[in-house]
């Protein structure tokens, strides 16, 4: 296997991974402004184990927008063709830290619900009804 050398310095690398949005993201602003247009009322970045980016506390639902490369979306995730032995576990781990989440969460009386951003983007409406059913 090559290992490819990273070509920027570290404070290079820690700029541009800094600029990585972890909140406001272009899905989670789509699926914020579709809910806020059905009259669902939400709280955003919410301060429980997680920091669900949409939570309906009265309701006691978390939902969670995962990006597909951060959180491995089975239907369009491509393996990183570089530096394997970096990306590898660190993104084995954020899918560990998910479900610990969630099962920290639900036994709290969470409902939890993950949405990949290809998903937001393909099936708003669905992704909708959906969370209006986990009202219930």
């Known amino acids: ?6 070509n920027l310095t570290p404070e290079q690398r820690s ?3 800094s600029r ?11 699926l914020r402004r579709a809910l806020w247009s059905k009259g669902l009322r939400y709280r ?3 301060k429980s184990e997680g920091t669900p980016d949409i939570a309906f506390p009265k309701k006691k639902v978390a939902v969670f927008v995962d990006g597909c490369f951060w959180h491995k979306c089975p239907s369009c995730f491509k393996e990183p063709k570089s530096n ?5 576990p660190k993104l084995e781990r954020n899918l560990e830290r998910a479900k610990e ?8 009386g969470w409902k939890v619900l993950r949405f990949y951003e290809c998903r937001i983007k393909k099936d708003l409406e669905g992704i909708l009804d959906e969370i209006r059913k986990s009202f219930e």
């Open 15 to 17: 700029l541009n991974m």
């Open 44 to 46: 955003v970045q919410y």
């Open 20 to 30: 990585i949005k972890s909140k406001d993201t272009q899905p989670e602003l789509l």
């Open 101 to 108: 989440v969630n099962k920290i969460l639900e036994s709290q």
């Open 1 to 6: 296997m090559i290992s490819m050398v990273d």
């Open 84 to 88: 394997k032995k970096y990306w590898k």
